[in-house]
């Protein structure tokens, strides 16, 4: 939920890198209906903002627990700072404080961003030799299954004309796909001391 995130940058290109924001907040009791049609309506406005790339939410798992988790993400960390200073933000942000408790919020940048999961905001985010290890395992399977699939198609182009192919389809894959799938797959090894809710 992009109100609250809680940085941005108006910062010169080189250092203004894309953001990814996490935010865990509880419905007030009793307004649950009310805390759902907010996060609906403060999606769809985000959505509309230049930059913004995307909104994930993660629901209560359970009668017990009361979190809603919601992890989006920007192009830009000044393009976040734009939507946080925005009138619509500051609408919104009204309405959440009537509905809901105040939030608890986490912004990253770089690796970590790729390493979110539900039920676990990324307050300490896994070492950076294990991010590692897996950004090295999607990629290593990604190129093979790319070249494999696609090089013999594009071998008569130049090599820059395959080299911009070639990452038009991993970098999305990667970001969309094989990340958040490799990321739930080895979460026993990332953060081998948490349960997620809900087992």
């Not at 290109?13 to 403060?42: A, N, Q, W």
């Not at 999606?43 to 919601?70: L, N, V």
Request: with cysteine; glycine share 8%; aromatic share 10%.
């Amino acid at each position: 939920m992009a109100e609250d995130a809680g940085q941005g940058a108006g910062a010169p290109e080189g250092s203004d890198p894309p953001v990814t924001v996490l935010v865990t907040r509880c419905p007030k009791p009793g307004m649950e209906k009310e805390f759902e049609d907010y996060v609906s309506g403060i999606t769809e406005a985000a959505m509309r903002w230049p930059g913004h790339k995307g909104t994930t939410i993660f629901r209560p798992s359970s009668a017990r627990d009361r979190s809603y988790q919601i992890i989006f993400k920007f192009d830009r960390e000044s393009q976040l700072k734009d939507w946080e200073s925005s009138a619509e933000r500051a609408s919104w942000r009204g309405l959440a404080e009537k509905v809901s408790e105040p939030p608890e919020r986490k912004v990253v940048t770089g690796l970590e961003g790729w390493f979110s999961l539900p039920a676990r905001p990324l307050n300490v985010p896994p070492p950076r030799y294990k991010m590692t290890v897996i950004i090295w395992l999607g990629i290593l399977g990604l190129s093979a299954a790319t070249q494999y699939l696609v090089g013999p198609r594009i071998k008569h182009l130049p090599l820059m004309a395959r080299v911009v192919v070639t990452t038009t389809i991993v970098v999305p894959l990667m970001t969309m796909v094989i990340m958040p799938l490799l990321t739930r797959l080895f979460a026993w090894w990332l953060y081998p001391r948490r349960t997620e809710v809900g087992d």
